[in-house]
């Protein structure tokens, strides 16, 4: 078969086919080339995330500054983030819409950490109307940390002209509008010290549209990009900027939209608790700007890295459709 194969190379335009398989050669090789070097990076900036951080502990108030902030802070990954930053000795500004809760968890990490707490009660989703109060809270803090964190997912899965208006502008108030202007309003303090880090919540969501929960996911791809710029403009600043990108972890917003199927062997697998996430998705600050938080979703955003946009698009809209259509028929 190769004496062939070298026969018509040789016999039918001979030269140009010969070209052919240079190219076709040249080609494999830069591909082989560029997947093995996509994996051994990908290797490297998993050791540098989430193994590096186990022996290169960091002192966030020495790093940052002596007080954080975060938002959305009445629960989940906002609420573990408040109680991993008061272990660490930081002083504590939580931002949430129900003041009886937000209390109760002020007074909880003020005695059992004795650090200072403060509550502003803030309703993002109410708009600009909101942040004056805010801006009047921090006056005169020396605050080194950020966590956006406050944010609003899809009830379920459902078709994007299904959402009432209201619904629509909730979620842009609260993913996107949120985020960006704690950020426009901190920056400036953080420059002025010369220090401090940001923490941007995201979602692996943001990684590819996701039918039947477009918008959030679009959100959460602003979320990722903003984060993307400012880490360019204020590393030189002495600032950190990071994205989290977590996958699916146990909280209430991941139960409304999975719908019961979190409990699955699968899910069990790669959803963590909640605490857990937070611990490790903490000690990666200073160690990646980018990052889902978790080595197991990390290791599932490195496959996904095999495999084009459209694939993933596709396999998205398949897993949502089947699940719609579940939902229609048992309706």
């Known amino acids: 078969m190769v004496f ?25 090789i830069y591909y082989s080339t560029k997947l093995t070097l996509k994996t051994v990076g990908g290797l490297y900036s998993g050791f540098k995330t989430f193994c590096l951080p186990l022996v290169l502990a960091r002192d966030y108030k020495t790093d940052y500054g002596p007080w954080a902030v975060v938002t959305g802070c009445s629960k989940g990954i906002g609420l573990c ?31 059992k950490h004795s650090v200072q707490v ?35 997912a899809n009830d379920g ?67 990722s990009f903003f984060s993307i710029g400012l880490d360019y403009e204020y590393s030189g600043k002495g600032i950190t900027v990071q994205c989290l990108c977590p ?13 019961g199927e979190e409990k699955s062997p699968v899910s069990q697998f790669l959803i963590p608790n909640v605490n857990l996430y937070t611990t490790t998705a903490m000690r990666t600050l200073g160690f990646s700007s980018h990052t889902t938080g978790y080595w197991k979703h990390a290791m599932c955003y490195l496959m996904g890295q095999y495999t084009s946009p459209g694939v993933t698009f596709m396999a998205n809209k398949w897993v949502h459709g089947k699940q719609k259509l579940e939902k229609e028929k048992n309706a």
């Not at 062939?4 to 494999?28: E, H, K, P």
């Not at 996958?247 to 409304?256: L, Q, R, Y």
């Open 247 to 259: 996958g699916p972890v146990a909280t209430d917003m991941i139960s409304g939209i999975l719908k």
């Open 4 to 28: 062939i194969i070298n026969d018509l190379l040789y016999c039918v335009n001979f030269g140009s086919l010969r070209n052919w398989r240079n190219v076709i050669l040249l080609a494999g």
């Open 118 to 152: 403060e509550v502003i009660i803030a309703d993002f989703g109410k708009g600009p109307s909101v942040y004056k109060s805010i801006e009047e809270g921090l006056a005169c803090k020396n605050i080194g940390i950020l966590v956006n964190n406050v944010g609003v």
């Open 81 to 111: 983030y408040a109680q991993e930053l008061a272990k660490r000795g930081m002083n504590l500004v939580l931002i949430a819409r129900k003041a009886e809760l937000l209390n109760k968890i002020a007074d909880e990490l003020r005695s």
């Open 157 to 223: 899965l459902r078709y994007f002209h299904d959402a009432s208006e209201e619904t629509l502008w909730n979620m842009i108030n609260v993913n996107i509008a949120a985020m960006t202007i704690m950020c426009k309003m901190i920056l400036p303090r953080m420059e002025a010290q010369k220090k401090g880090a940001i923490i941007n919540i995201a979602s692996a969501a943001s990684f590819a549209p996701q039918p039947f929960m477009t918008q959030y996911a679009a959100t959460k791809a602003y979320v």
